[in-house]
C-alpha cells in the first residue's frame, strides 16, 4: 500500500551549516552537534582525508582535497555557513585558499574556519595580548604564532606539547589542558588565552578554565561555532560555552 504524506517546507528553521572535518579528528563533531541541535539548526558533516601527522606539508596537502570534500554535502540544499574545520591547516594554506576552494563547490556559502574565527573572537573580547596553547610540533606553532602576530596580536606566553600525533591529541586528559592553560597565564600579561586544535578536546573545561584564571579561554571550536552562528545572523545559543557567548 502506498501512503500519502506531505513535505515541509524546511527542515531546519534556524540556519543549515557545514564543516568538513579532517579523517584524523574525534573532536569536533562531538563538540559542535550538541550546541547546534539545540538550537534546531541542522549541522551537516564531510570528511576529508588526512594521515595522522600533523606537520607542515601534510597540512598543505588538504587543499588539493578540499572542493572534494565539500561536493559531498547534500548537492540541493542551500548553506548558510561552511566550516573548514582545521586550525593549523587554515594557518598553512590560508583563510583565502580556504574560502576559494569552499566557493568553488558552494558559492553562495558564507565561510570560516578556527584561524579567521578566532580573529573575530579576539575583536570581540577586546583581547590583544594572548597566552597561546598548542598541541603542535614547533614549526606548525610558530607559523601560527606568526599570523596572529601578524594580524595585531601580542602573543606574551606560549607552551606547547609538541605532539605530531593527531590520535594522541584526541586523547590528551582534561587535567593536562587545564594545567597548561594555568600554567601559560601564569607566565606573562594576557588578556586571554587560546587553546589551539579542533581535536583538542575543550568545551567540558572552558568554564572551569574561565573561572581558574579569571579571564576569557578561547578555543578552536568554540570560537568556530561562535563565528558560524554570527555570520548566519543567528542568536547564539545559551548553551554556548564560555566568555565568548556571553558578550
Known amino acids: ?54 606537520n607542515p606539508e601534510t597540512l598543505r596537502q588538504m587543499r588539493r582535497d578540499l572542493p572534494s570534500a565539500v561536493a ?3 548537492s540541493e540544499t542551500p548553506f548558510d555557513v561552511i566550516a573548514y574545520g582545521c586550525t593549523s591547516g587554515a594557518t598553512m594554506i590560508g583563510s583565502a585558499e580556504v574560502e576559494a576552494a569552499i566557493h568553488s563547490i558552494k558559492p553562495d556559502a558564507k565561510v570560516t574556519n578556527p584561524v579567521a574565527a578566532v580573529l573575530a573572537a579576539c575583536e570581540k573580547l577586546g583581547a590583544r595580548r594572548l597566552g597561546f596553547l598548542t598541541p603542535y610540533l614547533p614549526p606548525v606553532s610558530r607559523a601560527m604564532r606568526e599570523l596572529l602576530e601578524g594580524h595585531g596580536l601580542e602573543v606574551t606566553a606560549f607552551g606547547s606539547f609538541e ?9 590528551i586528559s582534561r587535567a593536562s589542558v587545564i594545567d597548561a592553560i594555568r600554567e601559560i597565564d601564569a607566565r606573562g600579561q594576557v588578556d586571554a588565552v587560546f ?32 563565528h558560524m552562528f554570527s555570520l548566519a545572523g543567528l542568536a547564539l545559543p545559551s548553551n554556548g560555552p564560555g566568555r565568548l557567548f556571553r558578550v
Open 163 to 171: 605532539q605530531e600525533s593527531d590520535r594522541a591529541v584526541a586523547r
Open 195 to 226: 587553546a589551539s586544535c579542533t581535536n583538542l578536546r575543550t568545551f567540558g573545561l572552558i568554564s572551569e578554565a574561565e573561572a581558574a584564571i579569571g579571564k576569557p579561554l578561547i578555543t578552536s571550536n568554540q570560537a568556530l561555532a561562535w
Open 1 to 54: 500500500m502506498k501512503l500519502g504524506y506531505h513535505l515541509d517546507r524546511e527542515a531546519a528553521p534556524n540556519g543549515v551549516f557545514g564543516v568538513v572535518v579532517l579523517q584524523s579528528d574525534e573532536t569536533l563533531e562531538r563538540e559542535l552537534s550538541p550546541l547546534f541541535a539545540a538550537d534546531g539548526a541542522a549541522l551537516h558533516h564531510t570528511r576529508i582525508p588526512f594521515a595522522d601527522a600533523v
Open 72 to 74: 559531498l554535502f547534500p
